[in-house]
């Protein structure tokens, strides 16, 4: 019987797609990358994926294990050898158990991260890992690629969220590793190996991840500031005055927010007249746990010493929900409206918050010196160190023209991360657009030791092969 047969066995017929019904598994969400396949199949339980996993085994067939398919590294997208097969875990999307004493939640890997934070909440807990793409991204592509997201500097990245895993591994086993403790030293740690191994060790069923509490009340403003640095100034100042109830510290440059709102005019910039103009812009958000006068108070007398002493030029403090959702509206369509003004060259990176300033402005130039006009669209999540430093076409150039320098550019930039520090990779992962980048930076001994850990669990290299490591 032909493999095809055999997986519409496991998973029945209507679950395994071919032609047409494959293309939007092929393709990567920003048309990046484009690959074939020998068929999409989409599992409907851990059985299931480990019975597909052991039929791959046997007709050694390689595997791209499929999320939401919103990744930024081509992570998803099969290579053009239309040899493997894409496993979709969008079918394992149940909330297995919800445990409030233990402030753990249980979830198919499959589940959309919002339907997980809003389970959360459901039970009065928070869930927070939190990003743009969260109406559609999945619980085991978080998982995969370590996402990161706008509340990492209060509760961690999605690593630091994880209990306990369930996964199939290469050989179709699967590991019940679904544990919900906070201290466990019984060895090596594999749930920390599997994640942000972006499916080239095995493919994440399920997980069981951290709840905490509901804050009482939040406050958010957006801040029009002078410069980078002064977004550094104001950081520290955050970071002393209201401790672990800063959730939310995002920066932006000016022209790109004004680029967001001339693409969606439903939306609008919080400030008029110069403030308008402003270089820089910064969105602050305090979550406190006694209550709205507290949190009032607290943001008041941060803020207010940042205006008067010129640190920040103008302050616009959400006064309703709907206020708070409109500021972060505006950050979160930044990677959309960046998409649809045309391709663009990303960098995620992470340098030492101290050194961000001297970063970009030695960057800025040395990229002018060699790619006049070239503009900078550079925004993110400050509070991690975590860079958003994305390159767009000079006035002059066309796309394609822009593409075709876009190993220098790379090479550019992550020379400059490089030196100051900084990783190349701060919360996207590697994929396929990064795996040649990190052997200029990853030593001989890191390299040497990610790829015995590879041949470890991984043999006959079918997981998620020409992803991360050259195979
Ligand atoms: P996919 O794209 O489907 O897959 C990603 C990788 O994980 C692939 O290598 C895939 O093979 C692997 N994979 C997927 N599921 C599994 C599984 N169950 N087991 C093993 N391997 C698996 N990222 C951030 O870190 N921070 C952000 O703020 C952020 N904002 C974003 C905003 C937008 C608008 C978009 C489109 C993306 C953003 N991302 C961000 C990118 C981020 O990596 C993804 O949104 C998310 O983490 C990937 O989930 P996914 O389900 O779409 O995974
Ligand atoms: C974000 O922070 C995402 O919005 C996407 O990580 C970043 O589009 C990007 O470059
Ligand atoms: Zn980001």
């Known amino acids: 019987m032909s493999a095809l047969k055999q997986l519409q066995q496991i998973v029945g017929e209507t679950q395994v797609l071919t032609g047409e019904a494959m293309t939007p598994y092929l393709i990567d969400w920003r048309g990046r990358y484009r690959g074939e396949a020998l068929a999409v199949v989409r599992p409907g339980s851990t059985e299931e994926v480990a019975a597909v996993v052991r039929l791959c085994a046997e007709h050694k067939i390689p595997i791209v294990p499929s999320g ?199 939306q609008r910039l919080p400030f008029e007249g110069p403030s308008a103009d402003a270089p820089w812009f910064a969105i602050l958000e305090l ?10 108070a607290r943001f008041e007398s941060v803020l207010g010493a940042a205006i008067e002493d010129g640190l920040v030029v103008d302050a616009a403090i959400a ?24 391709k663009s060259i990303k960098h995620d990176v992470s340098i030492p918050i101290s050194l961000i300033g001297q970063f970009v402005k030695t960057t800025n130039a040395a990229l002018q010196a060699k790619f006049p006009g070239i503009q900078n669209i550079v925004f993110g999540h400050l509070g991690d160190g975590n860079l958003h430093y994305n390159v767009a076409r000079a006035p002059n150039q066309t796309e394609q023209e822009l593409l075709a320098t876009q190993y220098e550019v790379y090479q550019l930039v992550h020379d400059s991360v490089h030196a100051h520090g900084g990783s190349i990779s701060a919360e996207h992962g590697v994929g396929q657009l990064k795996r040649d980048e990190l052997t200029r930076y990853k030593t001989e001994l890191e390299l040497r030791l990610m790829k015995q850990i590879k041949q470890a669990l991984d043999p006959h290299g079918l997981m998620n092969p020409g992803k991360v490591l050259q195979t």
């Open 68 to 266: 939401g398919n919103t990744g930024m590294c081509g992570g998803a997208t099969p290579d053009e050898s239309g040899r493997a097969l894409v496993v979709c875990l969008a079918r394992l999307n149940r909330v297995r158990e919800i445990d409030t004493d233990n402030d753990t939640i249980t979830v198919e890997a499959g589940c959309i991260l919002q339907a997980v934070q809003e389970a959360a909440r459901a039970s009065n807990r928070l869930f927070p890992l939190s990003l743009a793409a969260e109406g559609s991204c999945t619980i085991g592509g978080n998982l995969s690629t370590n996402a990161g997201g706008t509340q990492v500097l209060r509760y961690g990245n999605t690593r630091e969220l994880a209990l306990g895993l369930e996964v199939v591994t290469p050989q179709g086993e699967i590991w019940h590793g679904l544990r919900g403790l906070r201290k466990d030293n019984t060895g090596y740690d594999l749930r920390d190996l599997y994640i942000g191994s972006e499916g080239t060790l095995g493919i994440i069923t399920a997980a069981t991840m951290k709840l905490y509490p509901l804050p009482v009340a939040q406050r958010i403003a957006m801040l029009a500031l002078n410069s980078l640095e002064d977004a550094i100034a104001m950081l520290s100042r955050a970071r002393a005055g209201f401790g672990a109830s800063l959730t939310g510290f995002e920066v932006m440059m000016g022209p790109v927010l004004k680029a967001v709102v001339r693409l969606y005019p439903q």
């Open 319 to 342: 006064e309703n929900i709907a206020q708070s959702k409109a500021i972060w509206h505006l950050r979160e369509s930044i990677p959309l409206a960046e998409a649809e003004l045309g």
């Open 287 to 296: 979550s406190d746990s006694e209550s709205a006068e507290h949190a009032q």
